[in-house]
């Protein structure tokens, strides 16, 4: 079962949207890519709020549109929950939670009490919704949304305009969902980062097209794709937790079975697999094995591809594509340590990575 889209919208001269997919109908697919290069209006294509006269969109057999007939929004079943959050300012929480209530589009789906319990949201109920902060609006929007028990749930940058820690909250709120929640949700995001932790399947869009599209692990160092290149790019690795070191508040995490990360200590059980986002500016490479070095991540690696474009934020950096036994971390360096080492494809190194910098809070099974 898919989302089958095929859709060309020419918004100006400047820009056309054009994409021929087939997105999962299960799990989080994220949309990303830069500021103008498509995403909300692909959402809104999808969410029936417009319909391009050269469109398709079917949705697991259904059609909600084709060259003939469109459905309605209202009629594809669809939650939505926009960056603005969009509460009825004249309602309470649970006046804009019954609101949703009163549509559902199907009898079966989660309760009041299982979505307010999920979104941790009960002692806000009876709140005015001017007295919510920008993360309580966040997960009374959801709330609402789910509460209509949609068969696909459409995001559009959710997590915009809150602060590092409301945004962490949310992330493992967001992360914790399908674990409740049987249905396919649609993540628009610039912050690869920000999906990195949530979704499995990614489109990437550039200027209106899809660049890269497939599992969100092996696009993450796909060295043809702007992804690695730019500011927040970073390998998703699969992990198993290996132990904990409660003295100094840290974990141990497996990497392709050998290799030991240490990490921030996480709430996992040994054995539970994890992802982990390792950014590439936090990788630093050695030639040998550092001794008496702080940084307790070393890992032997061999080269696979040194990238050194044009197009790079500055052209005083490469990128390395590292191997491990079967996955990939990113580095980010200066040309001048390229040089200076003298690194080719092909060679034996170790790669430092400081625990400090290790992002771990996933948990998410992969
Ligand atoms: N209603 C509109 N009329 C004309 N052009 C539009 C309209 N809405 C968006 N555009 C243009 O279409 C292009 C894609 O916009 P869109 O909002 O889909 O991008 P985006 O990737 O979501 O961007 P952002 O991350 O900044 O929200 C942009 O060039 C934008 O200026």
Same mark, same amino acid.
């Given at each position: 079962m898919s989302l089958l889209l095929s859709l060309q919208v020419q918004r100006s001269a400047l820009f056309q949207l054009d994409i021929n997919t087939a997105l999962p109908t299960s799990g989080i697919t994220a949309i990303c890519g830069p500021s103008g290069s498509g995403k909300t209006t692909l959402l809104r294509c999808i969410a029936g709020l417009e319909t391009p006269?050269?469109?398709?969109?079917?949705?697991?057999?259904?059609?909600?549109?084709?060259?003939?007939?469109?459905?309605?929004?209202?009629?594809?079943?669809?939650?939505?929950?926009?960056?603005?959050?969009q509460l009825f300012p004249h309602l309470t929480v649970i006046g804009n939670l019954n609101y949703a209530r009163?549509?559902?589009?199907?009898g079966t789906g989660p309760s009041l009490e299982q979505v307010c319990h999920w979104l941790q949201i009960t002692p806000l109920l009876t709140r005015s919704t001017d007295k919510l902060s920008g993360g309580e609006r966040k997960r009374v929007?959801?709330?609402?949304?789910?509460?209509?028990?949609?068969?696909?749930?459409?995001?559009?940058e959710p997590l915009t305009g809150l602060h590092d820690s409301a945004r962490d909250e949310m992330i493992l709120i967001l992360? #914790?969902? %399908?674990?409740?929640?049987? =249905?396919?949700? +649609?993540?628009?995001?610039?912050?690869?980062?920000?999906?990195?932790?949530?979704a499995n399947h990614l489109i990437l869009l550039d200027k209106g097209t899809i660049i890269g599209e497939g599992d969100l692990i092996g696009l993450s160092t796909r060295l043809d794709l702007p992804l690695s290149r730019q500011q927040g790019a970073g390998a998703v690795l699969l992990a198993q937790l290996h132990d904990h070191d409660p003295e100094y508040e840290l974990s141990t995490a497996a990497v392709d079975t050998h290799h030991l990360l240490s990490i921030k200590q996480i709430n996992a059980m040994q054995g539970q697999s994890l992802r982990l986002f390792i950014a590439a500016r936090d990788v630093s490479i050695n030639? #040998?094995? %550092?001794?008496?070095?702080? =940084?307790?991540? +070393?890992?032997?690696?061999?080269?696979?591809t040194i990238e050194c474009s044009p197009d790079t934020p500055s052209h005083t950096q490469v990128t390395i594509r590292l191997?491990?036994?079967?996955?990939?971390?990113?580095?980010?360096?200066?040309?001048?340590?390229?040089?200076?080492?003298?690194?080719?494809?092909?060679?034996?190194?170790f790669a430092q990575i400081k625990t400090i910098a290790l992002i771990n809070e996933y948990g998410v099974a992969p």
């Open positions: 006269p050269k469109g398709m969109v079917q949705f697991a057999g259904q059609d909600w549109q084709t060259e003939r007939q469109s459905l309605k929004p209202e009629q594809r079943g669809i939650g939505l929950v926009f960056q603005d959050s009163k549509r559902q589009f199907s929007a959801i709330a609402r949304a789910l509460l209509r028990h949609p068969q696909l749930l459409l995001m559009d992360q #914790d969902l %399908p674990t409740y929640l049987d =249905i396919p949700v +649609i993540y628009v995001s610039h912050s690869f980062h920000e999906v990195s932790r949530l030639l #040998d094995a %550092p001794k008496n070095s702080s =940084i307790m991540n +070393i890992l032997p690696c061999i080269i696979d191997k491990l036994e079967t996955q990939y971390l990113l580095a980010h360096i200066t040309r001048k340590s390229c040089d200076r080492l003298d690194l080719k494809a092909g060679q034996r190194v």
